[in-house]
């Protein structure tokens, strides 16, 4: 129902800022992205993928311990976006991030499974 597309990943340095967009677009003309909450989650070489941060279509945030108060999650209804702006990057932050979509009022930061709509991914490369 809908294609998700990141961008603006790319490499910073420790303690920079950094702001990732996901763009969705429409596959079918009745797709309402309010019907939809959505996430971000990221992945490292051999880790799991770990979910970072959601937004409920009310509006409701959650985030990981590991990115709490450094990272905010915003949806932006006129650019049709799924925002992520990340602050005090650390080296441990380097991954691919990758946006998600399921189509429910509330989004957990897992399982991957509760979601049905994913993006390729952006990089984002924090160098010391």
């Known amino acids: 129902q809908v294609q998700l597309v990141e961008s603006g990943g790319r490499s910073e340095q420790t303690g920079g800022s950094l702001r990732i967009s996901c763009k969705d677009i429409p596959i079918i003309p009745s797709y309402d992205r309010s019907e939809y909450c959505m996430g971000w989650f990221r992945q490292t070489p051999g880790k799991e993928r770990e979910g970072v941060a959601a937004?409920?279509?009310?509006?409701?945030?959650r985030y990981a311990d590991s990115v709490e108060g450094r990272f905010t999650i915003s949806n932006d209804n006129i650019k049709n976006t799924l925002d992520l702006q990340m602050n005090n990057l650390q080296p441990e932050d380097s991954a691919t991030y990758v946006c998600a979509a399921a189509k429910f009022s509330r989004c957990p930061l897992a399982p991957e499974s509760w979601y049905e709509f994913w993006g390729q991914g952006t990089e984002v490369t924090v160098s010391s």
């Open positions: 937004i409920d279509t009310d509006g409701t945030t």
